[in-house]
């Protein structure tokens, strides 16, 4: 977290590092929005999958906040510091296995290339390590269209209701006393507001009426089982970005690659939930006054530039490479950085705190400045 190594407290950073996320989000979606599937014939986001997390995600992240003011500064270093390791573990691992599926597909394409009399020449990428197994093949890798054609409009518009709703809710909390009656029931409304929407499309998916589509075949059929698994892994996501100041996509990413989705569509569609969870977040902090204005608008430009420019050359070297496993080890190795950065610094913190006798206990939520 730089906010936190440049001297914010841990909370101070969580709120900073927040802000950084949304910029760095609304850059990415506005990149992706313009890119298409590289094996199907739909948005390289799936629209579908965000509309079935993003409101238990919203729903998380507001009780994380409330984590975030009631728990103590090490409670949250302790956490980021155990929770980024562990993320950052299981990614390199899916990383590995990613590549070891890649380098055989390569394999497989250069002996057909040589069968054919082709020569053994470079292999051009086509297809996707870790998505569905039938379908037609695209030639182009990740092809642009415009914004306007590459939209969802009804799952767009329903994942805007959810934001909008949230953000109402939050803002006529904010202009309550903290923890009277009427404050909980504003508290409490985020809970059908998010389970209408979610359960709207795990009944659809159920039902069969919507499909993952990411997902091929495999998204076609869905146990009630699963579907309870998904949101309630949002909801987790959802806690731990807010409690924590991370995107959602530090869990979301991971779980959407363990559920089969292809690394380019993991990413962009947990980025894509990640932005309206990230800048909800960000409203929350803002009416908590938990960050500076001005240093939150200057992490959030230069997280927004440096977003779009990644993105741009990530992409390139997925297509030079033909290994979609590169943004599988980006993530790992940014988490694991932040980890290592957060832990030292965190851990000087605390070190600090107990040699002066400060309190380190919990919070009050209802007697929190706001």
Not at 11 to 28: D, E, N, Q, R, W
Not at 156 to 164: D, H, K, P, Q, T
Not at 193 to 212: F, T, W
Not at 222 to 242: E, K, P, W
């Amino acid at each position: 977290m730089l906010s936190l190594i440049i001297g914010f407290d841990p909370k101070s950073a969580t709120a900073i590092s927040k802000c950084m996320i949304m910029g760095a989000a609304v850059s990415t979606v506005y990149y992706n929005l313009k890119l298409r599937h590289p094996t199907l014939d739909m948005p390289i986001i799936d629209y579908d999958l965000a509309l079935l997390i993003q409101p238990m995600l919203m729903l998380g992240i507001s009780i994380g906040v409330a984590f975030n003011v009631i728990f103590a500064d090490w409670m949250v270093t302790v956490l980021l510091i155990v929770l980024f390791i562990g993320t950052s573990t299981k990614a390199f691992l899916k990383g590995v296995e990613t590549w070891k599926r890649e380098t055989i597909l390569k394999k497989e394409a250069a002996r057909c290339l040589g069968s054919n009399g082709a020569g053994a020449g470079e292999v051009e990428y086509k297809s996707l390590p870790s998505g569905p197994r039938s379908g037609p093949q695209k030639d182009a890798m990740e092809p642009e269209v415009t914004i306007l054609e590459n939209i969802n409009w009804k799952e767009l518009g329903l994942l805007v209701f959810v934001w909008v709703a949230f953000l109402g809710l939050q803002i006529a909390k904010n202009h309550t006393a903290s923890c009277s009656i009427v404050y909980w029931v504003l508290d409490l409304l985020q809970i059908p507001v998010s389970l209408v929407v979610s359960l709207y499309e795990a009944i659809s998916l159920y039902k069969g009426r919507r499909v993952i589509a990411s997902k091929g075949d495999d998204g076609k059929s869905f146990r009630v089982f699963q579907l309870v698994s998904y949101c309630a892994f949002g909801v987790l996501a959802g806690i731990v970005g807010g409690l924590l100041g991370l995107g959602g996509g530090f869990i979301m990413g991971p779980l959407f690659l363990e559920l089969g989705v292809p690394p380019q569509v993991s990413s962009a569609t947990a980025t894509f939930a990640m932005t309206f969870s990230s800048s909800m977040s960000v409203v929350e902090y803002y009416l908590l006054k938990r960050f500076p204005v001005p240093y939150a608008l200057y992490f959030v430009a230069v997280a927004t530039i440096a977003a779009f420019v990644g993105q741009h050359v990530v992409r390139k070297l997925i297509i030079l490479l033909g290994r979609a496993s590169l943004i599988i080890f980006i993530l790992a190795f940014m988490i694991f950085v932040s980890a290592i950065s957060l832990g030292g610094v965190g851990i000087s913190n605390m070190i600090g705190k107990f040699h002066r006798h400060e309190y380190m206990g919990f919070e009050n939520l209802c007697k929190y400045d706001r």
